[in-house]
């Protein structure tokens, strides 16, 4: 287990129990294959059926680490906000690309199970929890290649013009909904998943808030992927795009229709972005212990550079930013996972703060290691690497922050 000193006091045994047996996963399972897939030169490589992804998913299935948000009735785990924070924090703290992976993985089936609608549960939730071959994989299918971050402005002046819509279109047909576009190569799970929770465009006269949410299993006629990206960071996250062509929906998998969508997506963020936050507050953790166990290690100036004045100011000001993380993440994760409506920009004002961290703890961390750091025998240019991606995906930090101020002004009566 971590050395680090836990704040809340108020922790079960329960709670402390479930914290180890996550670390022991992510150092055992997650941390060695992330490694492992991270030096595959072919992405394809990473989803072949030989790849160590397998296991790995697998094992997780095995330990119910798929089914994180769903509830205990329904076979899931039923975790609290702060249950779910001490699980991702540990998953990436181990790997960010497989923390991201189980969680976009078991979203379609979150949401399902959300509607409460018994036909769906039985035909989604149900045997995507029972699964343990990791057979049932789900993705979140809302980035196309005109529109990124900007899908994710709900409530902006910007998310209402008629002039602006989104490419994946759903139009209804009777009793089924058709959907025709492309959903672009960022889609996490997108080579892999057997499922997408897919936003799409049902009324473009609204603009992109003229949206639906439906599931759409990725086996129907007219789906087809576009091969793995080869991307800087997180490579053993499998993205691809995602293409309808004329496929075929009943109309019942339209979880939500326009008249909800702006509010879904307002929910969906703050969820999202929570979860980021969460997560990369592993990250900057694992940067920090990495780099203050090579401290100790290292000689330098006729001493251990840990003895050195500046490597341990370094040191304090990341042990600052991890705790900084940890606690921001957690309050804005248990506070939103059980008021609704959430306080969406207290999640964008976590995901952008701990993201932004972790990248700048990972390269005072390279600092550290100085050439050694460079060197990919050494894990802290991966860490490095990932971090970088987190400034991006689930909104680009930029335009997350642009969502956020309007919330916050509202919230303060301006």
């Given at each position: 287990?971590?050395?680090y000193?836990?704040?809340?006091?108020?922790?079960?045994?329960?709670?402390k129990?479930?914290?180890?047996?996550?670390?022991?996963?992510?150092?055992?399972?997650?941390?060695?294959?992330?490694?492992?897939?991270?030096?595959?030169?072919?992405?394809?490589q990473?989803?072949a059926p030989?790849?160590?992804?397998?296991?790995?998913?697998?094992?997780?299935?095995?330990?119910?680490?798929?089914?994180?948000?769903?509830?205990?009735?329904?076979?899931?785990?039923?975790?609290t906000?702060?249950?779910?924070?001490?699980?991702?924090?540990?998953?990436?703290?181990?790997?960010?690309?497989f923390?991201i992976?189980?969680?976009?993985?078991?979203?379609?089936?979150?949401?399902?199970a959300?509607t409460?609608?018994?036909?769906?549960?039985?035909?989604?939730?149900?045997?995507?929890?029972?699964?343990?071959?990791?057979?049932?994989?789900?993705?979140?299918?809302?980035?196309?290649?005109?529109h990124?971050?900007?899908?994710?402005?709900p409530?902006?002046?910007?998310f209402?013009d008629?002039?602006?819509?989104?490419?994946?279109v759903?139009?209804l047909?009777?009793?089924?909904?058709?959907?025709?576009?492309?959903?672009s190569?960022?889609?996490?799970?997108?080579?892999?998943?057997?499922?997408?929770?897919?936003?799409?465009?049902?009324?473009?006269s609204?603009?992109?808030?003229?949206?639906?949410v439906?599931?759409?299993?990725?086996?129907?006629?007219?789906?087809?992927?576009?091969?793995?990206?080869?991307?800087?960071?997180?490579?053993?996250?499998?993205?691809?795009?995602?293409?309808?062509d004329?496929?075929?929906?009943p109309?019942?998998?339209?979880?939500?229709?326009s008249a909800?969508?702006?509010?879904?997506?307002?929910?969906?963020?703050?969820?999202a972005?929570?979860?980021?936050?969460?997560?990369?507050?592993?990250?900057?953790?694992?940067?920090?212990?990495?780099a203050?166990a090579?401290?100790?290690?290292?000689?330098?100036?006729?001493?251990?550079i840990?003895?050195?004045?500046?490597?341990?100011?370094?040191?304090?000001?990341?042990?600052?930013?991890?705790?900084?993380?940890?606690?921001?993440?957690?309050?804005?994760?248990?506070?939103n996972?059980?008021?609704?409506?959430?306080?969406?920009?207290?999640?964008?004002?976590?995901k952008?703060?701990?993201t932004?961290?972790?990248?700048?703890?990972?390269?005072?961390?390279?600092?550290?290691?100085?050439?050694?750091?460079?060197?990919?025998?050494y894990?802290i240019?991966?860490?490095?690497?990932?971090?970088?991606?987190?400034?991006?995906?689930?909104?680009?930090?930029?335009?997350l922050e642009?969502?956020?101020?309007?919330?916050?002004?509202?919230?303060?009566?301006?």
């Amino acid at each position: 287990m971590g050395s680090y000193l836990d704040l809340n006091t108020n922790l079960s045994e329960e709670q402390k129990a479930l914290r180890e047996g996550v670390h022991k996963f992510a150092a055992s399972v997650l941390r060695p294959a992330s490694r492992a897939l991270d030096r595959m030169a072919d992405p394809a490589q990473v989803i072949a059926p030989d790849s160590p992804l397998w296991e790995v998913l697998r094992r997780a299935y095995a330990l119910g680490y798929h089914a994180l948000g769903i509830p205990q009735e329904l076979g899931g785990l039923g975790l609290t906000g702060l249950d779910e924070h001490l699980v991702l924090e540990e998953m990436g703290w181990g790997s960010a690309d497989f923390a991201i992976a189980l969680a976009a993985g078991g979203f379609p089936y979150q949401m399902v199970a959300a509607t409460g609608n018994q036909e769906l549960i039985e035909e989604f939730v149900k045997p995507f929890v029972a699964d343990r071959d990791a057979r049932y994989i789900g993705c979140w299918a809302i980035t196309e290649p005109d529109h990124g971050s900007d899908t994710l402005m709900p409530g902006t002046e910007f998310f209402h013009d008629p002039r602006i819509s989104g490419q994946v279109v759903a139009t209804l047909d009777g009793d089924h909904y058709v959907i025709r576009g492309q959903k672009s190569a960022w889609v996490s799970n997108g080579t892999i998943a057997s499922h997408a929770l897919t936003f799409l465009t049902i009324e473009p006269s609204k603009g992109m808030a003229g949206g639906g949410v439906a599931i759409v299993p990725l086996d129907l006629p007219g789906v087809s992927r576009g091969k793995p990206l080869d991307k800087l960071g997180q490579r053993a996250l499998n993205q691809g795009e995602l293409f309808f062509d004329e496929v075929r929906i009943p109309r019942r998998y339209m979880l939500v229709d326009s008249a909800a969508y702006e509010m879904t997506l307002d929910a969906t963020l703050a969820f999202a972005n929570a979860a980021m936050s969460a997560i990369f507050t592993g990250v900057a953790r694992a940067a920090f212990e990495e780099a203050l166990a090579y401290s100790k290690e290292r000689f330098q100036g006729g001493k251990r550079i840990c003895g050195h004045q500046l490597v341990q100011k370094h040191l304090f000001g990341m042990f600052r930013a991890v705790e900084a993380c940890r606690a921001f993440s957690r309050a804005a994760m248990v506070y939103n996972t059980q008021t609704l409506p959430p306080q969406t920009h207290y999640s964008i004002a976590a995901k952008t703060f701990c993201t932004e961290a972790a990248f700048e703890v990972a390269s005072t961390a390279l600092q550290i290691f100085g050439g050694n750091g460079l060197s990919r025998e050494y894990p802290i240019e991966k860490i490095l690497r990932d971090a970088r991606a987190s400034l991006i995906e689930d909104g680009c930090n930029d335009i997350l922050e642009l969502t956020g101020a309007p919330l916050l002004l509202e919230r303060y009566g301006a």
